[in-house]
């Protein structure tokens, strides 16, 4: 879909300014109860030429790396991070903020790189944006984030044997608010956040948000 002639004042117009839940130390153009992307339609969008608008929302997963990252910036400072299906930019600002030395936030919708590059402007953080789809291509970073996404089965299958192998060179994160086709193999925990969210959007008040590290797993 084409994004709109001015994005920038798309995403400014269509959402509030505010910091997400759990983070009050970063601020994001987000939707709700109130702004006209959540009262969006199907119909809206597509005569809009907007895709779903994932950018618009600060995800359990998402909101569970930030947190973690803010409050252990060790664990990311002076390395090289990637973001990937970045959708608002929140993890990849945190990451930024936590002292990282290079952020590189990846998705496959340019208006969500429209959003990241005004979320970290706002911020006052440097993140390099960056369109398409990553899977199969070799990434240089030393953590690579992947906040929620394991929504769909299809998507948890294009994507898990490249992160297995990403694994390899990259410590690879992942964040699960309890999705249904996250892989049970191959996941190391190593914390968790009960995150508030609302019945709207995640039909229900709390999610527990769990991070876990990849682990390559060995070849039969």
């Given at each position: 879909m084409k994004p709109p002639d001015d994005p920038h004042a798309f995403i400014?117009?269509?959402?509030?300014f505010a910091a997400p839940a759990l983070v009050p130390e970063i601020g994001l153009y987000l939707a709700s109860e109130i702004t006209p992307i959540w009262q969006a339609t199907e119909t809206f969008l597509t005569e809009t030429g907007i895709a779903p608008p994932y950018w618009?929302?600060?995800?359990?997963?998402?909101?569970?790396?930030?947190?973690?990252?803010?409050?252990?910036?060790?664990?990311?400072?002076?390395?090289?991070?990637?973001?990937?299906?970045?959708g608002s930019g929140l993890a990849a600002i945190a990451a930024a903020l936590a002292g990282a030395v290079h952020v590189t936030a990846i998705d496959i919708d340019p208006l969500a790189g429209a959003a990241i590059g005004l979320n970290a402007a706002e911020n006052h953080m440097a993140v390099e944006v960056a369109i398409g789809d990553a899977v199969g291509t070799a990434?240089?970073?030393?953590?690579?984030?992947?906040?929620?996404?394991?929504?769909?089965?299809?998507?948890?299958?294009?994507?898990?044997?490249?992160?297995?192998?990403?694994?390899?060179?990259?410590?690879?994160?992942i964040a699960d608010p309890g999705r249904a086709y996250v892989p049970r193999e191959g996941l190391i925990e190593f914390a968790r956040y009960a995150v508030p969210t609302?019945?709207?959007?995640?039909?229900?008040?709390?999610?527990?948000?769990?991070?876990y590290r990849v682990t390559r797993l060995p070849f039969n």
């Open positions: 400014r117009a269509a959402t509030l618009a929302f600060a995800w359990p997963g998402s909101i569970a790396l930030a947190r973690h990252m803010l409050d252990h910036p060790e664990l990311v400072r002076g390395k090289r991070v990637v973001d990937f299906a970045s990434l240089t970073a030393d953590v690579i984030l992947c906040g929620d996404i394991c929504y769909e089965a299809p998507m948890t299958r294009h994507i898990w044997p490249w992160l297995q192998g990403c694994a390899a060179h990259a410590e690879v994160w609302t019945a709207e959007l995640e039909s229900r008040t709390s999610r527990d948000a769990v991070l």
